[in-house]
């Protein structure tokens, strides 16, 4: 079977692999001038490329994910890496990382793969139109008219991208609106001097007064706002709230003095400002930039017992989230409803996987995770089991 595979990243190459091994004709048409550039930047260079304790808690709503999971076991999905051979450890908090510690030595095996098995790779390649005729696909690639039996849309999503969605594939309505997701967020009336710390902070992501979700981990501080792991994660839940146009006046609350209770900490600060010395109040306690800020917003007559549930409740008001460029994942694509939920394959038989679809999950390799497994779920068991013999 003549098969399009348009996308180079993790679900367009571990599908085109599979494929490739089960006898298809593949062509993999990449419009940058190399494959894989996300999965290249991931994990800060080493590759975070997938989570032992992957679920559906760690993905937006959607029908497709519990689907996939239980379809695609994380013992699987490390089958297919090894036959690509990639060997993979799991540091304490369940994410999963190459041997190499090095996401470039991934990308290279992923494409050794492919070509190894016939698969043959266009780059700088955009694909402009496809249009369905009878039974095949006309294709304009490049400047060039091909057909094809079968086209796959892993075109990835707007984060780090240009829009990639091509409007004789997707109709508007089979769209959510789209949202930059895992991104750090603006806050209103940020103090530079905070500008560049980084402190272990509990996180918890207010709409009013209703808790939404909360992070442990720590917050880098940025002249604009707050980003660091788990600010990130938070922000996909804002983001998703967009996605379902729900509005909402957020608030991140920080405890940024988590392994002390409010009591003890107050009793720290009680004794200092009863010695005289304020300035002194967090010492040993808190970076000074930190307590600096903690203290002026507390105001000069702050007695202990206010300036220590300051410290346990820190607040910023939510601005916004940033651009596209900053974001690691985008909250929406094509709507479930709009997929068959065992193919994943549009109206028009085209189909879809990855970041296009209306999934997204939080840090910790669950989005490479899940794009893999939504490859490799449109497969059947006994297509899967041959690949993963060969290598």
Known sequence: MKTLVIGGGMAGLTYAIIACKNGFDVTVAERNSRVGKKIAMTGNGKCNIGNANVSAACFNASSIVPRVLASV?????????????????????????????S???????????????????????????????????????????????????????????????????????????????????RVQGMDGVLNGLRVRAKVTLKNGETELASREGEVLFRDY???????????????????????????????????LSETNLREIVRRRLFSGERDKAFYGVLHNKLAEHILKRAGRDANAATIAHLAKNLTFRFDRLLDWSMSQVTAGGIAEGYLDPETLTLGN??????????????????????AAASALYVFSPEQRAKAFSIS
Do not use: W
Not at 73 to 88: A, Q
Not at 118 to 130: I, P
Not at 240 to 257: A, H, I, M, P, T
Not at 349 to 370: S, W
């Open 103 to 185: 996401a470039s030595n991934v990308v290279d095996c992923l494409r050794h793969q492919l070509t190894k098995f016939g698969g043959k790779l266009l780059l700088d390649a955009a694909v402009t139109s496809v249009v369905k005729s009878g039974k095949l696909y006309d294709v304009n690639l490049g400047g060039k008219t091909a057909q094809f039996d079968k086209v796959v849309l892993c075109c990835g999503s707007r984060s780090q991208a240009e829009p990639t969605f091509l409007p004789s594939l997707v109709s508007a309505s089979a769209l959510t609106p789209e949202f930059p997701s895992l991104v750090p967020v």
């Open 349 to 370: 038989g085209v189909v879809a996987l990855g970041e296009v679809l209306n999934v997204d999950g939080f840090c910790g390799g669950n989005n490479l995770y899940f």
């Open 225 to 259: 706002g707050l980003s660091g792991i788990c600010i990130l994660d938070l922000s996909a839940v804002i983001a998703r709230r967009e996605v379902q146009r729900k509005d909402g006046s957020y608030v991140f609350s920080l405890d940024v003095v988590p392994h």
């Open 73 to 101: 076991s994380v013992n699987e999905y490390k089958k297919f890496l090894v036959s690509c051979g990639i060997y993979t450890y799991t540091d304490s908090e369940g994410r999963m990382y190459p041997l190499s510690d």
